[in-house]
Nanobody
Framework: VQLVESGGGLVQPGGSLRLSCVTS????????MSWYRQAPGKERELVAF????????NYPDSVKGRFTISRDNAKSTVYLQMNSLKPEDTAVYYC????????????WGQGTQVTVSS
């Protein structure tokens, strides 16, 4: 099983980034997908979640209206479009996969750094 995130980097406040998480080794369409982030000294935070059906959960207030999660089952890939980025969005962003019928079975990517700074 592999989850490989990419697309992170340094961006100015107000800018945009699109993260990608390419997966392999499991049946992508059977998994709910999500993005978490962890800033230094803080707990890991859920920022976006999409069910295996393609339905999205409500976003946390911290990213609502700015972040959008999407998935492409044909490519076994989940995306996170991040707009109007703020310095407080700076964190390592992780991709997570949860088996729809057994949420205890989940996988993590290695993370990608996003830094928002002028």
């Amino acid at each position: 099983v592999q989850l490989v995130e990419s697309g992170g980097g340094l961006v100015q406040p107000g800018g945009s980034l699109r993260l990608s998480c390419v997966t392999s080794g499991f049946t992508f369409s059977s998994y709910h997908m999500s993005w978490y982030r962890q800033a230094p000294g803080k707990e890991r935070e859920l920022v976006a979640f999409i069910f295996s059906t393609g339905v999205r959960r409500n976003y946390p207030d911290s990213v609502k209206g700015r972040f959008t999660i999407s998935r492409d089952n044909a490519k076994s890939t989940v995306y996170l479009q991040m707009n109007s980025l703020k310095p407080e969005d700076t964190a390592v962003y992780y991709c997570n996969a949860k088996l729809a019928i057994d949420w205890s079975r989940d996988y993590w990517g290695q993370g990608t750094q996003v830094t928002v700074s002028s």
